[in-house]
């Protein structure tokens, strides 16, 4: 019935062969990879707006050479992601970049913050998405943590079913998002030329406007740039790609640029042209769109596809975190289940875990966007930071023609990038901003940890071919049992495969002295050739007394022979049956594995019945 399930929800397994079908074309790779970034177009204005208007409804104007600083920062990070992709075409971003370049410890922190990153990217985005549907439905509202959580669900079960597919569908929402802001700037700026709306781009009167500092200014303008979230994705998921990879994705990365640039940049100029400040129950957004089309058609065409764009970026996440585990994995930082692929061709652990984290995350916060959003971008400019001060190092030791030039815009990306990361860190750390300062530096030691235990186990396993080779040995065979049977005759049959009977031991526990002498009886009338040895247990234990018969016989044969437990059980048709049975045989064999230097073998006999 579970595999049903399963084909059902996943689909049938593909073959190894059929992994380059699902790379990515240009078309499909845009949406899969850029939503989360787009989706920031829904934010990133409304957050410069709300740091100004604290102050004053005069300081509003800032947000427009505000504005265009982040357009010009997004630029210097849309140029340096498209020399990492080309630098790194086998994809990692940051991590990959700093390892290289930075050393280890550096890869580790860029690598922790773009997991925890894509993380809470899920987590915010499918809140916020559920938001807007609790909003246009009220009745809704006390289901948040639920919808979130189902939300959560259906993402990671179509990511399961295969990266071209997800990509399938969650292409037509994004286009239509990107279709919509293109309208609605358009027709926003054709009202103003016409005349239908009074323009007032004039600065201020003041020189200096009373309260405006520039912290408030650096906080408006850090706050601003969580439209920059997502930015790195491309080149994080650059083996998504069809060949040639690196030129696709960077082509891609460089729509996703200009698109943004004019998104955010139609959206914050039409938001000041139209005097919109933040409203704590209508996004600025709506408000833009309601000042344009009305309350029409157009109108709620934009809030729906908002709320669309919103719960979908958190795909990109189930594109970026199942790549850079792998990577991660590779390198021995993460468990190496992460890089196995599952049956349609997905890093299925990894898009698993993603979602596991993320729903543990949206239940510990109640489903509150306001209060994940602090938790958010830290990650993403630090790990901004680390990849441009990687390259700025990589440009001076290739010292490649051009380099100067280079070096120069990553210089100023990392130093830009660091400034955003500590406002951030300052202005949201009460919020929430130190639960991520606090969990970056124990993952690092967890990866550290695990990076370790790989490498002492490779030490402790590795071998001289030249000089090591087995050595024959005895092996003395213990079976429990607990009466004589099909089972038991079976194992019995097994172990002289193994061994001479003279070296089997078959071990009866019994409980009163009754049991004991009946199954002697019935042993000595059988009789099968190999020895028995009873005990009695006066605690009704198994475990005890069978593993202390254990320690002695394992103190009796040879260093060099081995001691192994042929556990006979049998296996049931239907899984409801075995709850009708004991599970001696599974605490037997969980026992002996992590307790014992011995070898341990299960003796399976299906029933038929």
Same mark, same amino acid.
Do not use: C
């Given at each position: 019935m579970i595999r049903e399930l399963k084909r059902f929800l996943i689909g049938r397994p593909m073959r190894s062969s059929q992994l380059e079908h699902e790379r990515l074309p240009k078309w499909k790779a845009l949406p899969i990879l850029s939503s989360d970034a787009l989706s920031s177009v829904a934010y990133g204005s409304e957050a410069i707006l709300g740091v100004l208007v604290a102050v004053s409804a005069a300081a509003m104007w800032y947000s427009l050479p505000i504005s265009l600083a982040i357009v010009l920062l997004l630029t210097t990070l849309i140029l340096s992601y498209r020399q990492i992709i080309y630098a790194y075409p086998n994809g990692g971003g940051a991590y990959v970049v700093s390892k290289d370049h930075l050393g $280890?410890?550096?890869?580790?922190?860029?690598?922790?913050?773009?997991?925890?990153?894509? %993380?809470?990217?899920?987590?915010?985005?499918?809140?916020? *998405?559920?938001?807007?549907?609790?909003?246009?439905?009220?009745?809704?509202?006390?289901?948040?943590?639920?919808?979130?959580?189902?939300? @959560?669900?259906?993402?990671? @079960?179509?990511?399961?079913?295969?990266?071209?597919? !997800?990509?399938? @569908?969650?292409?037509?929402?994004?286009?239509?998002?990107?279709?919509?802001?293109?309208?609605?700037?358009?027709?926003?700026?054709?009202?103003?030329?016409?005349?239908?709306?009074?323009?007032?781009?004039?600065?201020?009167?003041?020189?200096?406007?009373?309260?405006?500092?520039?912290?408030?200014?650096?906080q408006a303008f850090s706050s601003g740039c969580s439209?920059?979230?997502?930015?790195?994705?491309? !080149?994080?998921?650059?083996?998504?790609?069809?060949?040639?990879? !690196?030129?696709?994705?960077? $082509?891609?990365?460089?729509?996703? *640029?200009i698109l943004l640039a004019v998104l955010f940049g139609g959206t914050s100029m039409l938001a000041y042209l139209f005097h919109i400040a933040p409203h704590p129950h209508v996004t600025v957004l709506s408000q833009v769109a309601e000042h344009v089309f009305g309350r029409g058609g157009l109108y709620f065409y934009i809030q729906g596809t908002t709320a669309l764009i919103l719960v979908l970026a958190a795909n990109t996440s189930f594109t970026g975190f199942p790549l850079l585990a792998a990577l991660m994995a590779k390198d021995g930082f993460v468990p190496r289940q992460f890089t196995m692929r599952g049956d349609r061709l997905g890093y299925s652990t990894g898009i698993i875990a993603l979602s596991v984290a993320a729903i543990l995350l949206i239940i510990a916060f109640n489903g509150d966007t306001d209060l994940l959003i602090p938790l958010y971008a830290i990650g993403v400019f630090l790990s901004f930071t680390l990849s441009q001060t990687g390259m700025v190092r990589r440009w001076f030791r290739l010292k490649e023609r051009g380099w100067q030039g280079k070096a120069l815009i990553n210089g100023i990306g990392a130093l830009v990038s660091l400034v955003v990361l500590v406002i951030f860190a300052v202005t949201k750390?009460?919020?929430?901003?130190?639960?991520?300062?606090?969990?970056?530096?124990?993952?690092?030691?967890?990866?550290?940890? %695990?990076?370790?235990?790989?490498?002492?186990i490779a030490t402790e396993l590795r071998?001289?071919?030249d000089a090591i080779h087995p050595e024959p040995c005895g092996n003395l065979v213990i079976i429990p049992i607990s009466s004589i049977s099909q089972v038991v005759n079976e194992s019995l049959a097994y172990a002289r495969s193994l061994t001479s009977p003279d070296n089997i031991i078959c071990?009866?526990? *019994?409980?009163?002295?009754?049991?004991?002498?009946?199954?002697?009886?019935?042993?000595?009338?059988?009789?099968?050739?190999?020895?028995?040895?009873?005990?009695?247990s006066s605690y009704r234990s198994v475990l005890r007394p069978l593993f202390r018969f254990i320690n002695s016989a394992e103190a009796r044969v040879s260093e060099n022979d081995f001691v192994t437990l042929l556990v006979p059980e049998f296996v049931t048709r239907k899984w409801w049956h075995r709850i009708l049975h004991n599970q001696t045989s599974l605490l037997i064999k969980a026992w002996a594995l992590h307790s014992k230097d011995i070898v341990v073998i299960s003796v399976p006999y299906r029933l038929k019945h």
């Open positions: $280890n410890k550096f890869a580790l922190v860029a690598g922790a913050s773009l997991l925890v990153d894509y %993380i809470l990217t899920v987590a915010v985005s499918v809140t916020a *998405g559920v938001a807007a549907i609790t909003s246009a439905f009220p009745a809704l509202l006390p289901h948040t943590v639920g919808l979130s959580v189902l939300m @959560v669900l259906i993402i990671m @079960v179509l990511n399961l079913r295969g990266i071209t597919e !997800s990509a399938t @569908v969650f292409s037509y929402p994004t286009y239509a998002f990107i279709l919509g802001l293109l309208v609605l700037i358009g027709a926003g700026l054709f009202s103003l030329k016409t005349g239908s709306v009074p323009v007032d781009v004039s600065r201020p009167h003041e020189l200096v406007i009373s309260g405006v500092t520039w912290f408030v200014l650096l439209a920059l979230t997502g930015v790195e994705a491309i !080149s994080n998921a650059t083996p998504a790609f069809r060949a040639p990879e !690196s030129r696709n994705a960077a $082509n891609t990365l460089g729509i996703l *640029g750390f009460e919020e929430g901003a130190w639960v991520v300062l606090l969990v970056l530096p124990i993952l690092v030691i967890i990866f550290l940890k %695990i990076r370790h235990h790989y490498d002492d071998i001289d071919i071990v009866y526990i *019994g409980f009163d002295f009754d049991q004991i002498h009946a199954m002697e009886e019935k042993w000595e009338r059988w009789n099968p050739g190999v020895r028995l040895v009873t005990m009695r």
